[in-house]
């Protein structure tokens, strides 16, 4: 069913960018004329809209606010800066594991009890991490931040589609989108005014009222609307998905510390085993947890391959510049908040352009030309060092923040663009499990890129050498995705884009070894 569609790009594509931070204008958005089915909807659709948009609020800024505490939470923890990384990809890797699993089981439990749930795991997750003692705690409290979040976005969502009438649905996704904007801006002043002048503790517990407050108003105002199970869960293939992901994202993570290549050399096997193993199950199962056959749809797959080598190097980034912002620059963690709001900024400012871009110059030029300039931009902040000014370093960020997020938005659009409506759910699950592993890759990447230099040197303390080890690093993956976009087909997305003429529309299908 077609709720809502940006130029015929579907909600795949609005929420695909809700999760890169980066979020369409709403006067891009057309109503279709689809019915609602029959399902009731609610005509306050505004409270609707911001009981769900608290919950994003809450999700974006916590996760931009962590970031700049690193290097404080690091010396309470009697650790380095660097090994903190494992708490941002403990939560990347419960989004990407718990994702596929969440359309399930609202349908299953009822989308209201299950985003209610939802924000009660993010909560306990947040005072776990508020009070943890130590970085193994933090971590396995984060994993639990992380499960909550995976079923409160995409399930809040889902409560919007189904419970605001067709006609106010542009309007209602106009409230919801904004905090995604306003997240990322505020998360790292917020993050290091509180880390400065608090206790760097208060950044999760802020949470807690936010929470509290959006349980009560979701049992007040929510109706429970079900939608029966039409698949049964892939418990096997949810089994060997987790394993293989999560083996394989922390035996990379273990692999960037001293004295742990053994473990780290056994998950990561342990984790391509089960992948194999999944890619066998998935092509012997009618209705996968991750259907692969998608990949057989030229634009899906090089997408996905594209925009994968891309965010390596964007999951990487708010890993790296605020502890070079800290412990190269020796900024306060306030001033590296204000710093680091470059890149969010670069990001808003984009949207009202991309569509300009792409209507001009096509999918297949636009992502080859930016994609270069944004690699290019990004190992500029290799080059940082204290005789920059300020404001040179400013530029250079928010130069890289607009030209990254361009990429994102052309990704997320034409990934879509030949999926077929019946395989729409699937293919938002599929694209979006990948979107969270790559930024999870990412932050793996980056800290071992750091560690390396770091072990080279002899030095336990990360000098700007190794910052720019781990800046290029990045930057040369991201620069292969341009070998990617070279392969979209010159016409790719012409309806999307408003330039040439219509492709023909995909014909529904059903999966099977046919499919794609």
Not at 10 to 31: F, W, Y
Not at 297 to 321: C, D, E, H, K, Y
């Amino acid at each position: 069913m077609r709720f809502l569609r940006p130029r015929r790009r579907g909600i795949a594509s609005v929420n695909a960018e809700v999760r890169d931070g980066i979020v369409p204008a709403a006067d891009a958005l057309a109503q279709t004329s689809d019915v609602q089915g029959g399902t009731a909807v609610s005509g306050n659709y505004r409270t609707v809209a911001l009981i769900i948009a608290c919950a994003m609020f809450m999700e974006n800024l916590d996760a931009t606010v962590l970031a700049t505490a690193l290097p404080t939470m690091a010396r309470d923890f009697g650790v380095r800066a660097p090994e903190l990384s494992i708490a941002l990809t403990a939560y990347l890797l419960a989004l990407a594991v718990f994702i596929p699993a969440s359309g399930t089981a609202a349908d299953r439990f009822g989308a209201k009890q299950v985003f209610r749930a939802a924000i009660g795991l993010f909560l306990a997750g947040s005072l776990a991490c508020g009070l943890a003692p130590n970085l193994t705690i933090l971590v396995v409290a984060r994993f639990v931040q992380g499960i909550g979040g995976a079923m409160m976005l995409p399930v809040g969502r889902l409560v919007l589609l189904r419970s605001v009438a067709k006609r106010d649905m542009v309007s209602a996704m106009s409230w919801l989108i904004m905090p995604a904007l306003i997240g990322p801006i505020i998360g790292p002043p917020v993050g290091g005014f509180i880390v400065t002048y608090f206790d760097w503790r208060w950044i999760f517990w802020l949470n807690l009222p936010i929470g509290i407050v959006g349980i009560f108003l979701v049992g007040r105002f929510i109706a429970d609307i079900r939608e029966p199970s039409v698949h049964r869960f892939d418990r096997t293939g949810f089994v060997l998905s987790a394993v293989a992901l999560g083996c394989l994202l922390f035996g990379f993570e273990m692999s960037s510390r001293s004295g742990t290549g053994a473990l780290a050399a056994v998950l990561v096997v342990i984790g391509a085993a089960s992948g194999g193993l999944y890619l066998g199950h998935a092509a012997r199962t009618e209705h996968p947890i991750l259907d692969v056959s998608l990949m057989r749809i030229p634009t899906f797959r090089l997408s996905v391959l594209g925009g994968s080598l891309t965010r390596i190097t964007q999951g990487a980034q708010p890993f790296l510049l605020p502890l070079m912002m800290q412990l190269g620059f020796g900024l306060s963690a306030a001033q590296s908040g204000a710093m680091t709001l470059a890149t969010a900024i670069g990001s808003f400012g984009m949207k009202g352009v991309a569509p300009r871009l792409l209507r001009r110059f096509g999918f297949r030029s636009s992502l080859i030309c930016l994609g270069v300039l944004g690699a290019g931009s990004y190992a500029l902040c290799g080059l940082f060092r204290p005789g920059w000014p300020l404001a040179a370093v400013f530029a250079v960020m928010l130069v890289s923040g607009f030209l990254m997020s361009f990429q994102f938005t052309a990704y997320n659009t034409i990934a879509y663009d030949e999926i077929a409506k019946d395989r729409m759910s699937v293919a938002t699950s599929f694209y979006s499990t990948f979107q969270q592993l790559m930024l999870s890759l990412g932050i793996c990447t980056g800290a071992t890129a750091l560690h390396v230099s770091m072990a080279l040197r002899g030095d336990a303390r990360p000098g700007f050498a190794d910052f720019s080890a781990a800046f290029w690093t990045v930057t040369a993956i991201s620069l292969l995705s341009v070998l990617v976009n070279a392969r979209f087909d010159r016409d790719a997305g012409a309806e999307i884009s408003g330039r040439g003429t219509p492709r023909r529309q995909p014909e529904p299908s059903t999966r099977g070894h046919a499919a794609g």
